[in-house]
């Protein structure tokens, strides 16, 4: 991922090279947009959106019976979707752009007017059988909750993730999680016992008793999120049980973005010679992405999901090679539905199968990034996560704070404290940046040790600036 001017071109920068072969030396020639020479982005209108949005698979004529039966269904009982479905009936799935999409914040507002939990809620209450909140990282905690019905289908969206990394009854999976209240975890468990697969919960452990359960159940898969992963190798290493990764084949990352990009998933798989896949959902929505285990990155499941690609926080559909936000309609979830919800996650918009050529919507670059996590610096849209990825680029790179923060002179500015076992390595990590990202960071080698370890949801990103000029509408920003 790359920074990019955030005039003329929002997220129409390289996420791929791909993208930077579309835009040649426009976006190569960072420089210039940093001189203010930004209007040259807005000379090539070459990518304006093509008409289509949505995406599904088996065509129109099996998704579109289902979504009509769907808001039938919930425009009779369920108050909150009733509101917005306003007698639609699609004849296409172009259709769905009658309905206003929404976001987190607007069944958060629900919530808090009609605690506990709100008025989605298609069926009476005790048709419910599961309640999850989300972890409520940046913002306020969602209640979620499914019928028994709706678990099954979870359960079939998670077999689709454990099918497509190669998962079957011969498997022992480890799942590295603290567990909780969170739907991501359980329903992992069970789309790992629904491809026949043994499984062994590590919530309530500490690494180190992780890596030992882990080394005497010989587990061969791993689920966790990608920088734990890379932290419970870093531990096997210190505390000398290096022996209890080399039962592990596989590692399916979820959670957070990250084991997409290739130089996450490459350290990944360089300290657990194993193989890293990812794949993606929210408990709002679903498991809508399943890993490809060709091409890396995420392919949707479309038959279980409606997908837009547009530009954060509007509904404008982005071109081939764009970057925009995800927009997710469950199909099958009826108890608590999911219609065209805004996901907050930056995906690159591809039109090309895979390199495996499968069917079906691919994102290569999993999910990218967050749209609240978005920040301007210098008139350069900026994803901490374009910067963790060169970071992660360089070897016996220890933990890492990026900080935005504001000069005296007003000035936006990023600085990145990392651990540094050779204090000599900022500066070509500088230099990387610059070329890479066309954007002028300032490193502060430390000590090794020196930074505390995120939890299992890293957030290493710390705001500081002044005012955020071009943040996303407040109501768009919690998770
Ligand atoms: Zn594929």
Not at 8 to 22: H, I, P, T
Not at 269 to 295: I, K, M, N, T
Not at 305 to 313: A, D, K, L
């Amino acid at each position: 991922m790359r920074a990019i001017p955030a005039t003329a071109a929002r997220y129409q920068f390289g996420a791929a090279a791909r993208v930077r072969r579309r835009f040649g030396a426009v976006v190569d020639d960072m420089s210039g947009f940093l001189a203010g020479h930004r209007s040259a982005l807005v000379l090539h209108p070459a990518q304006s959106p093509t008409s289509s949005t949505t995406s599904a698979p088996r065509g129109e004529r099996d998704v579109v019976p289902r979504l009509n039966a769907l808001i039938a269904e919930v425009s009779a009982t369920n108050a909150f979707q009733r509101e917005r479905m306003d007698g639609v009936v699609l004849r296409s799935l172009d259709d769905l752009r009658r309905i206003a999409p929404i976001a987190k914040d607007d069944l958060l507002r629900d919530q808090h007017a009609h605690p506990p939990f709100g008025r989605n809620l298609t069926y009476p209450r005790d048709r419910y059988v599961h309640l999850h909140q989300t972890s409520g990282t940046s913002g306020q905690t969602l209640r979620v909750l499914d019928t028994e019905e709706d678990w099954d289908w979870w359960r079939g969206c998670l077999r689709q993730v454990f099918t497509a990394a190669g998962v079957g009854p011969s498997d022992l999976v480890a799942l590295a999680y603290s567990f909780g209240p969170y739907i991501q975890f359980w329903a992992s468990y069970e789309g790992a016992g629904a491809v026949g697969a043994n499984r062994v919960a590590l919530g309530g452990m500490d690494s180190v008793q992780r890596l030992e359960t882990i080394r005497e159940y010989a587990a061969t898969t791993l689920v966790c999120t990608p920088s734990y992963a890379i932290r419970l190798a870093k531990v096997a290493d210190l505390k000398g049980l290096c022996d209890a990764l080399s039962s592990v084949t596989r590692i399916i990352c979820t959670g957070e973005p990250g084991a997409s990009l290739p130089a996450v998933r490459s350290q990944i798989e360089a300290l657990w010679q194993a193989r890293c896949f990812d794949h993606a959902g929210l408990s709002e929505v679903g498991a809508f992405g399943y890993p490809c285990p060709e091409g890396g990155g995420v392919h949707i499941n479309e038959r279980e999901f409606v997908t837009e690609i547009v530009t954060p926080g509007g509904e404008d559909p982005v071109a081939d090679g764009e970057l925009g936000e995800l927009i997710v309609t469950a199909i099958g979830r009826r108890g608590f539905p999911a219609i065209r919800y805004r996901t907050g996650d930056v995906v690159e918009r591809c039109d090309d199968r895979c390199p495996a050529g499968h069917a079906g919507r691919w994102l290569p670059g999993g999910i990218l990034g967050r749209t609240d996590d978005m920040v301007v610096i210098r008139g350069m849209n900026v994803f901490p996560s374009a910067i963790e990825q060169v970071l992660r680029e360089f070897d016996e790179l220890g933990e890492f704070r990026i900080t935005f923060y504001t000069e005296p002179a007003a000035m936006d500015e990023v600085k990145v404290e990392v651990e540094l076992a050779q204090p000599g390595q900022g500066r070509a990590i500088q230099a990387r940046l610059r070329t890479r990202l066309g954007l002028r960071v300032r490193i502060v080698p430390l000590q090794p040790g020196t930074l505390p370890t995120p939890g299992s949801k890293a957030r290493r990103v710390v705001d500081m600036r002044r005012h955020s000029p071009r943040r996303l509408p407040a109501d768009r920003r919690s998770r």
